[in-house]
C-alpha cells in the first residue's frame, strides 16, 4: 500500500497568522519583493513548538518570505538582525550563496514592531547554524 491513515494536529490560527503577514508585508517577501501567493510563506521566527499560544499567532512572531528563503530561515542557515541585516551561515557554502544572489552586507526592512526584536535574538542564538 502507498497510503495510510493518520491523525495530525491542526495548527488552530494559522489562517490568521499568515493574513496579519502578509497585511504587514503587503503581501511581499521580506527579501526578495516575490508577491506571488501561493510562494509565500508565513514564517515563524521564533518556532511553533517552542512558541507560547500568544507568540504562536503574534505578527511580531513572523516573517513573510518566498519559499526558499522560508526554508533556509527555518534551517537556521539565515537569519537577522533587529536592523534587518542578514546573517549567512557558512553551511550555505559560497556557491549556494552566490546562486541565492545574497551577501553578508544586505539589510531588509523587517518592519520592527513589539516583541520582534526578542524573537529574531532567539532565532539567531538558538536556530542559527554559525
Known amino acids: ?3 495510510r491513515a ?29 508577491d506571488h501567493p501561493k510562494v509565500l510563506v508565513a514564517s515563524h521566527i521564533k518556532p511553533w513548538v517552542v512558541s ?18 522560508d526554508r533556509l530561515f527555518d534551517c537556521g542557515l539565515i537569519t537577522f538582525d533587529k536592523s534587518g541585516k542578514i546573517y549567512l ?21 523587517l518592519h520592527l514592531t513589539g516583541d520582534m526584536e526578542r ?3 532567539y532565532h539567531s542564538d538558538v536556530l542559527f547554524v554559525k
Do not use: P, W
Not at 507560547?52 to 528563503?69: K, W
Not at 551561515?89 to 526592512?109: A, C, K, P, V, Y
Open 52 to 69: 507560547t499560544n500568544d507568540e504562536r499567532l503574534s505578527v511580531d512572531n513572523g516573517l513573510l518570505l518566498s519559499a526558499t528563503y
Open 6 to 34: 493518520a491523525i495530525i494536529l491542526s495548527r488552530v490560527g494559522q489562517g490568521l497568522f499568515r493574513k496579519a503577514l502578509m497585511t504587514k508585508y503587503r503581501g511581499r517577501c521580506v527579501i526578495t519583493g516575490i
Open 89 to 109: 551561515s557558512s553551511f550555505i557554502g559560497d556557491e549556494n550563496i552566490r546562486r541565492l544572489h545574497l551577501t553578508s552586507n544586505m539589510h531588509f526592512d
Open 119 to 121: 524573537n529574531l535574538e
Open 1 to 3: 500500500e502507498t497510503e
